[in-house]
C-alpha cells in the first residue's frame, strides 16, 4: 500500500512537512555530479559542485524544482532532480512518527506541482523516483546544453542532453543565450531540420549575435562539430604544351593531337569564323577567363557548346570536362598563323 501526501492519517505528518513555503529538513543524496547555484534557478551563480552519492541537509524548495542544501561546503540551491532520499533521512522520519511499521518507507520526488512526498507500508518498496525532468540542469560532468529565451542566461530555458531537435515548437525563435555543459557543443540554425544560416556555439554564450538571436529553429548537441575533410590535393594525369593546327582536334587526357578520343576540335568555318569545339562528349566551361586551377575548374558550369576564338585571347584560362570525364584547364598561348598553341593540364581526381 502507498499513500500520497494528504491521504490517511498516517502520513499526516508529512503533509505539514510539505506546507506552505516548502520549508522541511531532511538528507538527501546527490545522484550524480550538479551545481551548487546561490539562487532557485539557473541564471544564479555558481558557488559549489556536489559530488555523485554526496549526503546533504534539504531545508527548503522552491516552485523553480530547485532545493536549498546545506553540506560540507558553501550552501545553495540544487537542481531536485538530482536529489534522492537517503536510508538515514527514512529512518528519521520513522523515528519522528512517521510509520511505526518497520516495513514503512517514504519517497521523495519533484514534479511540475513541486515536492511530494510517498509512504510504502506494504511488502513492495515505493517505485524509484523519475528522472530529471527535461528542464533540469545538466551538471558539469553531464553534457548537455541549456538554452534561454533572456540574455544573460535569463528568462524561460530549455535543458537538453546530447541529441538534436529539428524543431522547436515552444521555443522556435525565442534563443538568445545558451550554456553548456560537460564538453559538449551546438550547432543552432534558423530554419527546422537544420536549414538556412547555422552558428556552432563551442562556449557559453550570454547573447547572441543579430544574425541569429532570436531565430533558432533547431539545434544539434554534440561532444564535437563534424571535422570537414581534408582539402582535396589533385593529382596531374597529364600536362603538356600543345600545338594544333586549325581543323585539328586534341586530346587532352593523353596530349595526343589529332587522337580519335579527342576532346575539341579547333573547327575552322572560314579565316575569321573559328572555334574550339567540344566533341565525343566533352564539356567546356570559359567562365571569367581565369586561372582557376582544379578546384576552381571542379565547380564550373560546363557546357557543349563552341566558343568562339575571339572569346578566348591569348592569357585566357579555359576549364574543361574531359570525353573521359576528368578535369582539364588550357591555357590560349597565342596563335601563329592557324596554329593554336595552349599550354594544358588534366587531373586524376
Known amino acids: 500500500m502507498t499513500l500520497s501526501r494528504g491521504i490517511g492519517a498516517g502520513v499526516a505528518l508529512f503533509g505539514l512537512l510539505f506546507g506552505a513555503g516548502a520549508a522541511f529538513g531532511f538528507e538527501a543524496a546527490a545522484k550524480s555530479a550538479v551545481n551548487v547555484r546561490t539562487g532557485p534557478g539557473l541564471s544564479y551563480g555558481i558557488v559549489d559542485k556536489l559530488d555523485a552519492g554526496e549526503v546533504v541537509s534539504v531545508t527548503e524548495c522552491s516552485p523553480t524544482n530547485f532545493c536549498f542544501v546545506q553540506h560540507d561546503g558553501p550552501d545553495g540551491w540544487v537542481s531536485a532532480g538530482y536529489l534522492v532520499p537517503t536510508d538515514d533521512a527514512a529512518a528519521a522520519d520513522e523515528s519522528a512518527g512517521a510509520g511505526k511499521n518497520p516495513k514503512c518507507s517514504f519517497g521523495f520526488t519533484m514534479g511540475s506541482g513541486g515536492p511530494s512526498l510517498s509512504v510504502n507500508c506494504g511488502d513492495n ?28 542566461y535569463s528568462g524561460d530555458q530549455l535543458c537538453v542532453g546530447l541529441g538534436q531537435r529539428k524543431s522547436l515548437p515552444a521555443f522556435n525563435d525565442r534563443i538568445s543565450s545558451i550554456e553548456l555543459y560537460g564538453g559538449a557543443v551546438a550547432r543552432i540554425c534558423v530554419d527546422n531540420n537544420f536549414g538556412g544560416l547555422c552558428q556552432n556555439i563551442t562556449s557559453d554564450k550570454p547573447s547572441l549575435g543579430a544574425a541569429i538571436n532570436n531565430r533558432t529553429s533547431s539545434f544539434k548537441v554534440t561532444m564535437g562539430l563534424p571535422v570537414p575533410p581534408p582539402p582535396v590535393v ?19 587526357d593523353t596530349g595526343v593531337v589529332g587522337s580519335a578520343g579527342a576532346d575539341f576540335w579547333f573547327e575552322a568555318q572560314t579565316a575569321i569564323l573559328r572555334y574550339i569545339t567540344p566533341v565525343n562528349g566533352a564539356r567546356i566551361a570559359v567562365g571569367d577567363g581565369s586561372n582557376r586551377g582544379f578546384a576552381g575548374c571542379s565547380v564550373a558550369a560546363f557546357s557543349p557548346n563552341r566558343v568562339s576564338i575571339g572569346a578566348v585571347p591569348p592569357g585566357t584560362y579555359v576549364c574543361m570536362r574531359t570525353n573521359e570525364g576528368r578535369i582539364a584547364q588550357f591555357r590560349v598561348n597565342g596563335f601563329v598563323g592557324t596554329t593554336l598553341k595552349i599550354g594544358y593540364t588534366t587531373w586524376a581526381n
Open 234 to 252: 589533385p593529382v596531374t594525369y597529364s600536362t603538356a604544351l600543345l600545338d594544333v593546327p586549325q581543323t585539328y582536334e586534341a586530346d587532352l
Open 125 to 152: 518498496p515505493p517505485p524509484p523516483p523519475p528522472p530529471p525532468a527535461p528542464g533540469d540542469e545538466p551538471s558539469d560532468d553531464e553534457p548537455g546544453a541549456c538554452f534561454y529565451s533572456g540574455n544573460n
